[in-house]
C-alpha cells in the first residue's frame, strides 16, 4: 500500500521527499507558519497553503489507517477476511468506500435477517435467488418450523426476504454505484410547511424550489437546511419525476435487480423477487442514502462556507492599520447613550465619558462640548464610529465636531464593531480594564481597531467577528479549527513587537500558548523591555524548541541588535555576519540600502544549512526591515442625507466597504444599517467565477443602487455603475442572501452562537 507521503505528495502534486520531509517537521512540533518561512530548504519551498492543506490530509489519512487496521482485525478475528477482501480494504482510499465493505462484516444488533437466519432461512433465500422457477409458496411450506418461530409460509417468506434485502443492501460495490448514481441525477425539493407561509417568509425562494443535488451551491444548501432546521420547509431528496406511477420500477431498482440476476420472465418466483429489490431500494437502501447524501451536501456546503469565512477573516485581519495615533472610540447608543473612550498611540486608554446627543435627550451641544474638550487634552486625530445603532446619527456629530473645530486636524472613520460586544463582556477585557464599565470597553475596542485590526480582533472569538456565510449552521469544530490557522498565519506574517503585545496576540504566535504568553508578559513587566531576543530564553518555561519556534516572529524595536527588529531568524544571523565580513559594511549600514543590497549575490553566501531560499529572505529583510504586509490606510466616505434603507432609491451611486465576500457576491456597507448584495453577475463588465478575485473585505468601492426591498431589507447593487436598472433581476439569481441578512456580518449581541439543530433534522429525517 502507497505510504501516507506518497499519496498526500500525488494530491499536492509534489514530490514525495516533500512531503515526507514537512511530515516529520510537523511531528516534531513545528508549526506552519515557522516551516512555511524557516524551512524553505527542508520542503522544497512548500508555501503556508499547501503545509495547510497537507496537515489537514495528514489527520484525515492517518485516521483512515487507524480505522483500516481496526476493520481488519475485527474481519480477521471472524475468520472471513478472504485475499480479495484483504486487497480491497487496502485499495479503500476513502471512509466511505472502507464502510461499505466493512458493513456485511460490521457487529450489529440482531437484525430481521440475522433472527432469519437462526431460524434456518437462509437456504429457502438462496435457493429462490438461484433458481426462480420455484413457487415461493410452496417451497416455503418445507421451512415451517415452530419451534423456531416459522409458524406457516408467509413467516417463512418474510424471513428469507428479510435475508435478501440485507444482502443486496450490504452489498459494497452495488451500494457504490447506487450513491453515486443517485448523487448525479437526484434533484433536492424544498417545500414550505403547511401554515409557515407567513412566518418564514424569509425562505419564500425555497417554498416550491428543485434543483440537482450534486449542483446546489452551498449558500441554497445552507439556506435550505436552516428553513428545515427552523420548522419552514420539509425537504425530500427525489430520484423520479413526482408523476412517476408507483408500481413503475425506477433505474436504481433495474440496478439492483441486475446486479443479483433478478428480472421479469414469467417465472414462478420472479415477482416476489422483484417486490423483494423494491422493498430494498425503498424501504432501506434509498433511506440510508437520502440521510447520507443530504450529509454529503451539507458537508461540502460546511467546506464551501469555512473557506468564505476563512477568506473574509484573512481579509479583515489584515486590513490597513490607521497606525499608532490617538483615537476616539465612540460606541454608538440611542436611550443609552454614546460610550466614549480614548487611547493614546500605543492604545492605552487614558480617559472615558457618555453622552447623550440621540434620542430621548437629544443634549446635542453640550455632547460637542464633551467630545471637543477630550480631543483637545489628549490631542486625538481619529474618532472610529461604530456602525451599530445611530451610528449615521453618532457619524453626524462627528463631522459637525470635526467641522466646528478644524485646527484640531481630525479624522472621522465607521468602523465594524461585530465582536465588540462578545470581547466586552469577556474574561481578558474584564482583567485588562476590571474598574471600567462594560459598556466602556466596547468604545475601547472600537478605537483600538482602528489603529491595529490585527491586534485587537485576536481579542474576540473568530467566529463572533462575523465575516462567514452561515457561520452558525456549519461544523462548528471544522471552523473554529480553520479560523485559528487563519489568525496564526495573519499574526505571523505581520510579526509582534514583543515589548508592546497583549498576551492574546502573543498567544497566536508560532511555538507559543496562553501560558508562555502570560509569562513573557510578566517578566516584561518585572525587567523592563527585552533588549534583544536571546533574552527570551530567560522566560520561565520558554526554551530552546520554543525559542526556535517563535523568535523570529517575535519584534525587538531599538534593541541591542538591529536584526532583532526584523523577521530575519536569530539562527541565520550567521549568514548576516558572514555578508557583514565580506563586504566590510555594518549591519546598520546594509539595512535599507537597496541599491547596494541589489549587488549582492545570494548564492556567494549559501552553505549546507542555508539554502538560496533562505538568504534570498534575508536580503530582501535587509532592504525593508520588519516591513508589514498589510496595505495603506484608506477610508470610506459615506454620502450625507443617506442614513437609513428608506433613504436609498435607484440610480445613486454611493461609496461603501465591502464587508463579506460570498460565492454569489459581495455584501457592501453604504452606511443605512443593512448591507447591499453586489451579486456576482454586477461585479465587473467581465466574468467573474469567483468574487474574491475582483474584491475584498475591507475594500473601498463606488456602487449603484438597482433596487430597494424594504420590506424584505434587501438592497440590490451594482459595481458597472453604467448599468442600467432594467439590470436589477440579475441580482434577484441570488437566492439566499435574504435569510442571510447582512451576511452574518454581525451578529446580534444576544444571538446564541450555535446550535444543535442538525442534529435534531437528521433525527426526524432517519424517522
Known sequence: MPSIARRLAAELNVREAQVAAAIELIDGGA??????????????????TQLRQLDERLVYLRELDERRAAILKSIAEQDKLSPELEAALYAADNKTTLEDLYLPYKPKRRTRAQIAREAGLEPLADSLLADPSQ??????????????????AKAALDGARAILIERFAEDAELLGQLREKLWNEGELAGTVVAGKEVE????????????P??????HRALALLRGRNEGVLSLALKYQPDETPITQRSSYEELIAARFGVKDAGRAADKWLLDTVRLAWRAKIFLSLELELVGRLKDAADLDAIKVFSANLHDLLLAAPAGPRATLGLDPGLRTGVKVAVVDATGKLVDTATIYPHEPRRDWDRSIAVLAALCAKHKVEL???????????TDKLAAELIKKYPEMGMTKIVVSEAGASVYSASELAAREFPGLDVSL??????????QDPLAELVKIDPKSIGVGQYQHDVNQ??????????VEDC??????????????LLTRISGLNGTLAANIVAYRDQHGAFKTRQELLKVSRLGEKTFEQAAGFLRIMNGANPLDASSVHPEAYPVVERIVARTGRPVKQLIGDASYLKTIRPADYTDERFGLPTVMDILKELDKPGRDPRPEFKTATFQDGVEDIKDLTPGMILEGVVTNVTNFGAFVDIGVHQDGLVHISALSDKFVDDPRKVVKAGDIVKVKVLEVDVPRRRIALTARLNDSLESRSANRSAGGAGVQGRGERRPSRHEPQGDTAMAAAFAKLRR
Open 31 to 48: 508549526t506552519v507558519p515557522f516551516i512555511a518561512r524557516y524551512r524553505k530548504e527542508v520542503t522544497g519551498g512548500l508555501d503556508d
Open 135 to 152: 413457487d415461493p409458496a410452496a417451497l416455503a411450506e418445507t421451512y415451517i418450523n415452530a419451534d423456531a418461530g416459522v409458524a406457516d
Open 200 to 211: 418564514g417568509a424569509k425562505f419564500s425562494d425555497y417554498f416550491a424550489h428543485r434543483e
Open 213 to 218: 443535488i450534486k449542483s446546489t451551491p452551498s
Open 383 to 393: 474618532i472610529a464610529i461604530g456602525n451599530g445603532t445611530a451610528s449615521r446619527e
Open 441 to 450: 470597553r466596547g468604545a475601547v475596542s472600537i478605537a483600538r481597531r482602528l
Open 477 to 486: 469544530g471544522a471552523l473554529a479549527r480553520a479560523l485559528d490557522a487563519v
Open 491 to 504: 499574526v505571523n506574517a505581520v510579526g509582534v513587537d514583543v515589548n508592546t503585545a497583549s498576551v492574546p
